[in-house]
């Protein structure tokens, strides 16, 4: 496991750890990462992190109380050639990659 030479990645997870990102993602790579609001929270939410070149998008929760989850695991990758899309089980987490083997 190791970085992937990519020109744009889109993450969406759970959760996320961002130490397994910059792991994972090459440095000036832009990209987005989708995660849940954090508990007691209302409204999206966008957090642009540039010395990451990283953007990660807090959707609104919806539903009728505004509980709903953003639960999607799923990885866009643009490579110079072609596009991969992965779609996951994981939650980007060391262990929870670990255990998807």
């Known amino acids: 496991m190791g ?3 990519t020109t744009n990645v889109l993450l969406t997870s759970f959760i996320a750890e961002l130490e397994l990102l910059d ?3 090459e440095d000036g ?3 987005t990462l989708m995660l849940d609001r ?5 409204g999206s939410t ?5 010395e990451k070149n990283r953007l990660t998008v807090y959707p609104a929760k919806w539903g009728f109380l505004g509980s ?4 999607s695991k799923l990885m866009v990758l643009e490579f110079d ?3 991969r899309v992965v779609v996951s089980s994981c939650n980007l987490e060391q262990y929870n990659f670990e255990g998807c083997g």
């Not at 954090?38 to 209302?42: M, Q, R, Y």
């Not at 709903?68 to 639960?71: A, D, E, L, N, P």
Request: hydrophobic letters at 35%.
């Open 3 to 5: 970085k992937v030479e």
């Open 23 to 25: 792991f994972l993602v």
């Open 29 to 31: 790579v832009p990209h």
């Open 38 to 42: 954090p508990a007691g929270t209302k």
């Open 46 to 50: 966008l957090n642009l992190e540039e």
């Open 68 to 71: 709903g989850t953003s639960h």
């Open 81 to 83: 050639d072609r596009l």
